[in-house]
């Protein structure tokens, strides 16, 4: 399998006390923090979240993915692409804080809700240590996004299963950038993600034991576009199912998202974006409007600081 150009970073430093780690940390954080300016995603080995863990996850949303069409409408956090991309993928979404998804849920309803309620456990440790990480990143605090996010509440983890390609269609995905802070994604053993740079698509090669990060539209914004929420879709393979696991690190709906003064004002540079509730952008994007407000007409309602030009 060829090599995909999104690097892959060893972060087992950050598993370890010893001392000696500090330069492995450094090496990790520095690897961590190019890819998110070139790419806004990147891959990380050693995550410390068992493999079998992450395949039992799988083979649970595969189990799902087989019950009935009817027994799966049945669950409020289930969807099948119908309407913009026909049939061509359907995903499961849990939000840990109301578990009523659960409750309705006819497949093994035990097994499968502590299957995963283990996975997401597992992501959302991962996903502190990644919000310390990209904070020193950045040159913050590392305590700054733990502190500023602060609530949990809103992540989300989502199975997704995407019917093999037709002769003429492959979309599965369409191309998109992720709102919330950064999603953590595993794309098991077949592979479709594809990253946008350049006008061109960069393939994510699939790695059972690597984990994919990619930074959304919350800290490209905070980061005022330092950090990128790159864009980016999924192809179907033919000939073959895919299924993958997303764990979307979000923030609160009335949390407040404008560039921080760390990279407008104190180095005289001009916000790239108005600020905005976070509720408020998810309401702009089911218009259509997919991309954080950066245009002349976005500033418009702007009252509490002026652009200057
Ligand atoms: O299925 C994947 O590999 C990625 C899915 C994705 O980008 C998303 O759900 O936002
Ligand atoms: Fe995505």
């Not at 520095?30 to 790419?39: F, G, K, L, M, T």
């Not at 039992?56 to 087989?66: H, P």
């Not at 994510?204 to 034991?209: E, M, N, V």
């Not at 490209?220 to 576009?225: A, E, G, H, P, W």
Request: hydrophobic fraction near 35%; charge should be negative.
């Amino acid at each position: 399998m060829a090599s995909s150009a999104i690097p892959a970073i060893d972060v087992s430093p950050y598993f370890r006390s010893d001392e000696e780690n500090e330069e492995g940390k450094k090496k990790a954080m520095e690897q961590i923090r190019d890819a998110c300016v070139s790419y806004g995603f990147f891959q990380i080995a050693n995550h410390g979240i068992p493999l079998d863990s992450l395949s039992t996850t799988i083979d649970m949303y595969k189990t799902f993915f087989a019950t009935s069409d009817e027994e799966k409408l049945s669950l409020p956090d289930y969807l099948k692409s119908t309407q913009e991309s026909a049939g061509t993928y359907e995903h499961f979404r849990i939000r840990f804080s109301s578990s009523s998804a659960f409750d309705v849920c006819p497949n093994n309803p035990p097994a499968f809700r502590q299957v995963l309620e283990e996975m997401a456990s597992h992501f959302t440790k991962l996903g502190v240590l990644l919000e310390r990480i990209i904070s020193e990143c950045l040159g913050l605090p590392p305590d700054f996004l733990g502190n500023y996010t602060n609530d949990r509440s809103r992540d989300a983890l989502m199975g997704l299963h995407y019917f093999p390609a037709e002769e003429d269609e492959n979309t599965g995905k369409p191309a998109h950038e992720d709102p919330g802070c950064f999603t953590i994604v595993y794309q098991y053993e077949v592979g479709g993600l594809q990253v946008q740079k350049g006008g061109q698509w960069i393939p994510i090669a699939p790695c059972k034991d690597k984990l994919v990060v990619n930074i959304g539209d919350v800290i490209q914004v905070l980061s005022n576009n330092k950090f990128k929420s790159a864009i980016h879709r999924v192809v179907r393979p033919t000939e073959t199912h895919r299924y993958s696991c997303a764990f979307f690190y979000n923030l609160q709906g009335d949390k407040w998202v404008e560039p921080l003064p760390q990279f407008t004002t104190e180095i005289g540079e001009s916000p790239e974006y108005r600020g905005f509730h976070f509720d408020e952008y998810l309401q702009l994007r089911l218009r259509n409007r997919s991309h954080p407000p950066a245009r002349p007409e976005d500033f418009i309602h702007i009252t509490h600081y002026s652009i200057s030009s």
